[in-house]
C-alpha cells in the first residue's frame, strides 16, 4: 500500500506500519521521512481541502472508505476521491489510495487478538466524529453484555480509578484484560491514578489500543507517551479543567490524543461545564497552529444538548457515558450524538482550515 508517506512495506498484526520513503528511509511520524514506526494505521487522518468555508470539508465519500469502491489492486474506479489521497477518520479504519500512489491498494490489519490488534479490524462507514461510551455509568455486573449493546460506537471508554487521584475507585488491569476478551470494540483507557509512569504500560499489556494518562500525574509525559506508543497502543494526555493546554503545547507531537476534561474527573453523570468552551477552541488552535493530526477528545457532561457545541469548539471525539447507557437504546444513542457532532463539523470553521 502507498501513502503520503511512502510505501507500506510492512504490516504488523496490532495494525502498526513500516514505510518506505521515496528517500528510501522507513517512516513513522505522520508523512514525514523520520526513522521509526508509524503510529496504528487506524490514526491516521486527513481531509481534502475545503470547498468553501460555508460548507466544511470535502465530503471524501462514505462509499470511497470501503475496499469495494477502490476498483481493486490497480486502483481503478476510485470514484470522486481520484487522484487524492484518502484516509478516514474512524477509530478502526486503515489508510487507503493516494495520488500518485502504487495501486492504491487496499490493507486492512489482522481482527483478533489484544485490543491493540484489533482496532484496525471492521470496516464501517465514514466518519468524522468518534463516539466513545464510558462503561462507568454501565452496570458493573453485565460488562460483557454492555459492551456488546453498543458495538457500534469508535471506541468504549473505560475510567480506571485510584481512589488518590480521584476520590473514586472503579476497576484495574484484570477487568480491562477481560473486557478485551469479550469485546470487538478497542478499548479507550482514561487513568485517573497516581504513578501513571508505572501503571500505563500494563493496560496496553492488558488489551488497551488507546491509554490516557494525566498531565497533573506523569513525572515523564513525553517518555510515558513514548512508551506506550512502542507497546502498540495509541497516547493520549489528559487535562482537568484548571489545568491550561498552553504549557503543553511542545508536547502535543508526542500525542495521538487530547483529552480535555469537561468536568472534574472522578465521578460520571456531573453537569457539563460550559467554561471549557474557550479551552477546547485553544486546544484546537494549537493543533492547527502545528498541522498536527491529533484528536481532541471532551469527556464530561457530552449529551444530544452540549454535543453540537463540543464540536464547533473544535472537538471530534467524545466520550459519553449517561447520554448513551441511560439511554433506552444505548446503540441508538450512539448513533444520534454521532450524526450530531458530524453535521456539526461538517461546517464547523475549525475542520473546514484543518
Same mark, same amino acid.
Given at each position: ?85 484518502? &484516509? ?154 484548571? &489545568? ?17 476534561? &469537561? ?92
Amino acid at each position: 500500500m502507498t501513502t503520503p508517506g511512502g510505501l507500506v512495506t510492512a504490516v504488523g498484526p496490532s495494525g502498526w506500519a513500516r514505510y518506505e520513503s521515496p528517500r528510501g528511509a522507513a517512516t513513522a511520524s505522520p508523512w514525514t521521512r523520520e526513522t521509526r514506526i508509524h503510529p496504528p494505521l487506524r490514526g491516521l487522518r486527513t481531509r481534502e481541502p475545503c470547498a468553501s468555508r460555508a460548507g466544511g470539508p470535502r465530503d471524501l465519500g462514505r462509499a470511497a472508505a470501503r475496499p469495494e469502491a477502490s476498483g481493486g489492486p490497480d486502483g481503478a474506479g476510485r470514484g470522486p476521491s481520484e487522484g487524492k489521497h484518502r &484516509t478516514v477518520l474512524n477509530a478502526r479504519f486503515v489508510v487507503t489510495g493516494v495520488p500518485g500512489g502504487a495501486g492504491g491498494a487496499e490493507e486492512r490489519a489482522a481482527s483478533s487478538g489484544s485490543g491493540a490488534e484489533k482496532c484496525a479490524g471492521a470496516w464501517q462507514s465514514w466518519h468524522m466524529a468518534q463516539i466513545n461510551p464510558s462503561i462507568l455509568s454501565a452496570d458493573f455486573a453485565r460488562l460483557a453484555e454492555e459492551a456488546k449493546a453498543v458495538e457500534g460506537a469508535d471506541w468504549l471508554h473505560v475510567d480506571v480509578m485510584d481512589n488518590h487521584f480521584v476520590p473514586n475507585l472503579t476497576l484495574g488491569v484484570p477487568v480491562v484484560e477481560s473486557l478485551s476478551r469479550a469485546t470487538d470494540t478497542p478499548l479507550d483507557c482514561h487513568l485517573m491514578m497516581e504513578d501513571p509512569d508505572r501503571w500505563a504500560p500494563q493496560y496496553v499489556e492488558a488489551g488497551a489500543g488507546s491509554v490516557t494518562f494525566h498531565a497533573e500525574a506523569a513525572a515523564a509525559p513525553v517518555r510515558l507517551a513514548r512508551e506506550i506508543r512502542a507497546k502498540g497502543a495509541r497516547a493520549a494526555m489528559a487535562l482537568k479543567p484548571a &489545568t491550561p493546554v498552553e504549557p503543553y503545547e511542545d508536547l502535543l507531537p508526542e500525542l495521538d490524543m487530547l483529552l480535555v476534561m &469537561t468536568v472534574e474527573p472522578g465521578f460520571g453523570g456531573q453537569a457539563f461545564l460550559d467554561i471549557m468552551l474557550p479551552k477546547i477552541r485553544r486546544t484546537r488552535e494549537l493543533i492547527n497552529k502545528h498541522g498536527l493530526e491529533l484528536w481532541l477528545q471532551v469527556d464530561g457532561g457530552v449529551s444530544e444538548s452540549t454535543i453540537e457545541r463540543c464540536a464547533e469548539a473544535g472537538a471530534d471525539v467524545f466520550v459519553a457515558g449517561s447520554a448513551v447507557y441511560g439511554a433506552e437504546d444505548p446503540a441508538q444513542a450512539v448513533r444520534t450524538l454521532r450524526e450530531q457532532a458530524d453535521r456539526t463539523i461538517a461546517s464547523a470553521p475549525w475542520a473546514c482550515n484543518h
